[in-house]
């Protein structure tokens, strides 16, 4: 499915360091991929994407190319060490 990412001064804290800092970027795409230094925001950016973490500021929005509203039950992340969770069948992983 060809995905539309935006955000705006998107701004993301743990406490009271910040981890994104009023980023502002727009993708299109299908499969993306975040490279970056350790402690560079890649896992806080999926996770805000996901919806596991609260944004402090500005946005980000997930849209299709319909510009209808994906929601983070419709993605995938597949973590680089890889992640097996008990409740998801393997026929279901590689659906």
Do not use: C, W
Request: net charge negative; glycine share 8%; no cysteine.
């Amino acid at each position: 499915m060809l995905v539309n990412i935006n955000s705006k001064d998107l701004t993301v804290s743990y406490d009271q360091f910040i981890a994104l800092d009023s980023i502002n970027f727009s993708l299109t795409g299908e499969v993306f991929s975040l490279v970056g230094h350790n402690g560079s925001g890649k896992s806080t950016l999926i996770k805000t994407i996901l919806d596991l973490v609260n944004i402090n500021a500005g946005y980000i929005q997930i849209s299709d190319s319909n510009g209808k509203v994906v929601l983070p039950s419709q993605m995938i992340f597949a973590p680089e060490t890889g992640s097996v969770f008990r409740d998801i069948s393997i026929k279901d992983y590689f659906k």
